[in-house]
């Protein structure tokens, strides 16, 4: 069976928990986009291990990891993630294999992102590591891939022409000195060499591993209400992190994704600038960040935290094709006396229940919430569904209700031992 698992909220859901407990019914882990503005967190034996650009299933031994043509990768941060879980012994020389089409962050795409952020207008919150401005370089077609990267006449000449619209562009928009051509094309060109082992044509690779019958997993960063297309625009990432993306960004055609799980927390967060419906107060926000550590796993930043708003989770189900949710972070709210839930909004007398393209008309809603009555109990050592407390299950029942879907799996703690299937995938 290949599964596609993607985040069902503004990302930050918990999807390499999932992952990691997936991962064991597969074979093959799969990096569709996003590059490594994008953190999942997982924690094995009480070690935590935080993976940016290369699928976090890899902690199970006798597995493969591809980074997707979707993907956008810095090469400095690959080499440097790749030498920390080696030297956690890792094998990440057998493991660890590259898209020749994905696209390279240089540079110049980071002074790019963080210059055209400290003079945009309104700011998107963007963490500034190039991966906007890279896959601008893309649907340009003016972007560097892995394979021009590994070809040393290729990437010398065309990176030379980028060098020089780049440096056009810095010094006469942003009045910036130019970047160097020579530091540039002997720096990547130690880099290409270094990386040239992991590489291989990706869709091919996957095409290939199907046909022996091996089971494929594919993983997104970020989520649905982060995607250009389908989330809250502009303020979203560059890149298509919904079920629609693992197939252009893997190269696996659609009629080869048996099953697509979404992941939300018990409540909702969201890093970065744009609208949260359902933000809490101050107080209750640094509560309830506290409690579940919600601090970016790539930059650090606080999150925004919110109540569960199934306006969003629905949309996300619709989106994406989920046939089942993940539900994470249970446990976070096991000291809450009431809990809220949108159900829908009211824009004046409208009610909604699908959520508005049109920042505008968001802005005015506001949330119809239903109460529940909190648990008061400690969840994380439940080890079915049965064990939690009567209040809990009626939570989650609502939850299954409001989405229109079931939940396939509870996470009630960040340990991978703190989770529990229920029925089928």
Known sequence: MNIVVVGAQWGDEGKGKVIDVL????????????????????????????FHLIP??????????????????????????LGR?????????????????????????????????????????????GIGPCYVDKAARSGIRI???????????????TVQEKNRLLQALYHEPPMSYEELLARYTAYAKRIAPHVVHGARFLREAMAQGKRLLFEGAQGTMLDLDHGTYPYVTSSS??????????????????????????????????PLPTEFAPQLMEEIRRRGKE???????????????AVVARHAVEVNGCQSIAVTKLDVLDAMETIQICAAYRDGARTLDAFPADLGVLSRCTPVYESAPGWGSDTSEAGCFDELPAAAQRYLKRLEALIGVPICLISTGSKREQAFKMGSW
Request: glycine share 14%; hydrophobic share 35%; charged share 25%.
């Open 56 to 81: 976090s299933g890899l902690l199970h031994r006798g597995k493969v990891g591809l980074i997707g043509n979707g993907v956008v990768v810095d090469p400095e941060a690959l080499l440097e993630e």
């Open 85 to 129: 879980l080696r030297a956690r012994g890792i094998d990440v020389e057998r493991a660890v294999k590259i898209s020749d089409q994905a696209h390279v962050i240089f540079p110049y795409h980071q002074r790019l992102d963080a210059l055209e952020e400290a003079t945009r207008a309104g700011r998107l919150g963007t963490t500034g590591r």
């Open 241 to 274: 992190a919904t079920s629609g993306g693992a197939c252009t960004g893997s190269g696996v055609p659609p009629t080869a994704i048996d099953r697509i799980i979404g992941v939300v927390k018990a409540y909702t967060t969201r890093v970065g600038e744009g």
């Open 295 to 309: 601090f970016g796993a790539t930059t650090g930043r606080p999150r925004r935290c919110g109540w569960f708003d």
């Open 147 to 161: 394979a021009d990267l590994c070809n040393p006449e290729v990437f010398a000449k065309t990176l030379r022409r």
């Open 23 to 50: 991962t064991e019914e597969a074979d093959i882990l799969v990096r569709f986009q996003g590059g490594h503005n994008a953190g999942h967190t997982v924690v094995v034996d009480g070690e935590e291990f935080i």
